[in-house]
């Protein structure tokens, strides 16, 4: 039968309301819920390469050359996994207005890291008589960025104590927002994330901008903290540039969001004499045992299959003077697993020789570059970029424990966010010719297709096989264990019997499908994948009884994190309604190195085999979240069906790019996939009089134009 025809038969059958218990999985005999089985399936995935990291590192510190060997290998992969760098421009640097403080004198600076990407910064500078030292300052996650009150102040405490400090907005904060809408102003005040708005054309905050811009960036093998990482480079190149800065005298130091940046820039750039990440640093292990994988920039593709955990931002720097700051009552970054980063790099240093270049100030503190800390830093600073060893006090006593009153009193800011503001209308987007991170991706993108699509052309069938096996990650050529399949239940209908199937897809991970089988079979059958559950159109009377009727055998089923193995994580999880039911599982597969849409295709795969036993023509339908793994097994296996149907799907990942904003594609994200194809290829591999694509949507699942 015709895909259309078929699709003809699922859209027109009357659809009517189950009364049958259709629910297949249940929980384990250790308590594990099935919508929990795919977050510990993951977890135990994960925790193998934590271990084998560890394994790894307790051989390789036994000998120095090996050590190198370790620092090298990872700052080459780190620079490949966020797409490397691009190239120097010219800084076009202003100085666009001034602030004087008490005992000090704010700059405020705008410059382009990038041509028509500029920065915004406030340079704070001692009254004493330079050249001075100078230490970047990257902001937290705070959506006013280099305004808010805390970065003031730590800002503001270097410079009274002889040290230059240039805090600067990161990409989506501040006065840097990437996606606005030009078309309406918000009211001042988010309810939905309790926060003031920053600016009234911003449209989303944070580290909501951060992940979109990741998705972004991922596409095209890159990572949104190159941005960020290429931000702070410039902002070295600036200060370097300045003959009132000592050139060989930077330091880095930032709280949270702040202190992922100078993790990654203390391991990059070797021009950062003195570091301190502040509530950063944990293990990955104590990350996805607790808050799990944070926003975009926070996730490199494949850390952790490598074998690159958190201590190894310290490692790569080793043997330059290094301070992790944290708090012991830090909620968000665990401090036990901080203790063990400390550990790891302690050990790495000591047996460099320098073990007195690698400490750790840790106050009984929450989460926040607490006034404890900002004196920690200040310390540390004045040792090495001035040597000189001093007690530094932002206050001259503090109470031996801080109330949150208190600490709030002490983040209270010198200057507000319009009187830092750098660009003139409080956003560099809305300055004319200035170019997005979207935008820059999107460029990239269009001249990956000009080059992957002549590669693409080249290829013969089985080599483009290969090569998106590779791309997904998905299993090797005949090396994709057979389906084991159990009949668990069975229920009897007018058209036929329905039997409730268990796939043992992996080793704790099962997956559920209902077997549609007619009373008159017509020797072919259909595999039936919905992206929201495999409950959908099997109800008596429905699409799929409409087709048993006809003599189909019909197998809806289900692949992983759709229908009953969805977690129940999203209940907390950020931006669940932004990124999808399983963003934090999504991001956790990404620190693997695997992505969804290769595992979820190989689930294809392994229940078109069992089919494959019943009926030697074999129809593929898949909807929604279904419909990209469901192409890609189609792509992989040519003969496995006689025709595919696809519902709801992006028209391709290269739509993506050009769009400011999307919803709900984490899940179809795969890392670098547009160097080699993109959707539209695989269809040409499929064969396009074998696939329909059926009501296409757009980026936020609205009809695609």
Request: hydrophobic share 40%; proline share 5%.
């Amino acid at each position: 039968m015709h895909a259309r025809l078929l699709l003809s038969i699922l859209l027109s059958a009357a659809v009517a309301h189950a009364a049958e218990d259709l629910t297949v999985l249940k929980a384990t005999p250790g308590g594990i819920e099935t919508d929990q089985q795919l977050e510990v399936w993951l977890k135990q995935e994960f925790y193998r390469m934590v271990d084998r990291r560890s394994e790894a590192f307790e051989k390789m510190i036994k000998s120095e050359a090996a050590m190198r060997a370790w620092q090298e290998e990872r700052k080459a992969f780190f620079l490949k996994q966020i797409g490397r760098l691009p190239e120097r421009t010219p800084l076009k640097a202003q100085v666009v207005g001034t602030l004087q403080g008490k005992g000090y004198r704010v700059e405020k600076i705008l410059f382009e890291s990038r041509p028509g990407f500029h920065v915004t910064g406030n340079l704070y500078v001692p009254e004493t008589a330079g050249p001075w030292p100078a230490v970047l300052v990257p902001c937290g996650h705070s959506h006013d960025g280099k305004a808010v009150g805390q970065y003031q102040r730590a800002s503001i405490l270097l410079a009274r104590n002889g040290m230059a400090a240039m805090c600067y907005d990161p990409v989506g904060q501040g006065e840097r927002y990437q996606m606005l809408d030009f078309t309406q102003e918000r009211k001042a005040f988010d309810d939905a994330a309790h926060v003031p708005v920053p600016h009234p054309n911003v449209r989303l905050m944070c580290t909501t901008e951060h992940t979109m811009m990741g998705i972004s960036s991922a596409l095209i093998g890159a990572n949104v903290a190159q941005f960020r990482i290429w931000d702070g480079m410039r902002v070295i190149d600036y200060l370097q540039s300045r003959p009132d800065i000592i050139a060989d005298k930077i330091g880095c130091t930032g709280n949270s969001g702040g202190g992922t940046e100078t993790a990654y820039l203390m391991a990059l750039d070797d021009r950062i004499v003195a570091a301190a990440p502040g509530c950063y640093l944990t293990t990955f292990r104590k990350l996805i045992d607790t808050k799990g994988p944070q926003d975009g920039e926070q996730n490199i593709f494949g850390q952790i299959a490598f074998g690159m955990d958190e201590a190894d931002y310290c490692i790569m720097r080793a043997p330059r003077p290094t301070l992790i700051c944290a708090g012991t009552r830090d909620a968000t970054f665990d401090f036990s697993g901080t203790m063990d980063v400390f550990r790891d790099a302690k050990q790495f240093y000591s047996r460099l020789g320098y073990s007195e270049r690698m400490d750790i100030a840790a106050p009984d503190a929450p989460h926040g570059f607490t006034i404890q800390l900002r004196e920690a830093v200040a310390r540390f600073m004045s040792r090495w970029l001035l040597g000189k060893d001093v007690v530094i006090r932002e206050v001259e006593s503090l109470p031996d424990a801080l109330t949150d009153e208190q600490l709030r009193e002490y983040n209270q800011p010198d200057w507000t966010q319009e009187q830092l503001q750098c660009t003139p209308k409080g956003q560099v987007m809305l300055m004319p010719g200035e170019r997005s991170v979207f935008q820059i991706n999107a460029d990239t993108a269009g001249a990956m297709k000009t080059t992957r699509g002549k590669a693409w052309g080249e290829l013969y069938e089985e080599a483009k096989q290969q090569l998106i096996r590779e791309t997904i990650g998905a299993e090797p050529e005949g090396t994709l264990p057979e389906a084991k399949v159990e009949v668990v239940g069975k229920i009897e209908r007018d058209s036929g019997t329905l039997q409730k199937l268990v796939l043992k897809a992996e080793t704790g991970l099962e997956l559920p499908a209902l077997l549609f089988e007619p009373r008159k079979p017509n020797g072919k059958a259909v595999l039936y994948l919905h992206g929201t559950s495999m409950k959908e159109d099997a109800a008596p009377g429905g699409p799929i009884d409409a087709l048993v009727k006809r003599g189909y055998i019909v197998l809806a089923a289900e692949l992983r994190g759709i229908g009953e193995t969805e977690t129940g994580l999203r209940k907390r999880g950020f931006g669940a309604g932004r990124f999808g039911r399983d963003n934090l599982e999504t991001l956790t597969a990404y620190l693997m190195g695997r992505s969804y849409v290769g595992m979820r295709t190989d689930d294809v795969r392994r229940w078109s085999r069992f089919l494959k036993a019943k009926a030697a023509e074999v129809q593929l339908v898949a909807v929604g979240e279904a419909a990209i793994p469901a192409l890609h097994a189609a792509a992989l296996d040519r003969e496995a069906f006689t025709s595919v149907t696809l519902r709801r799907m992006i028209p391709s990942w290269q739509s993506l790019m050009l769009a400011d904003e999307t919803f709900d594609q984490l899940v179809n994200t795969v890392h670098g996939v547009l160097r080699h194809y993109d959707l539209p290829d695989l269809i040409e591999i499929v064969g396009r009089d074998r696939v329909t694509v059926l009501d296409p949507v757009d980026g936020m699942g609205r009809p695609a134009k």
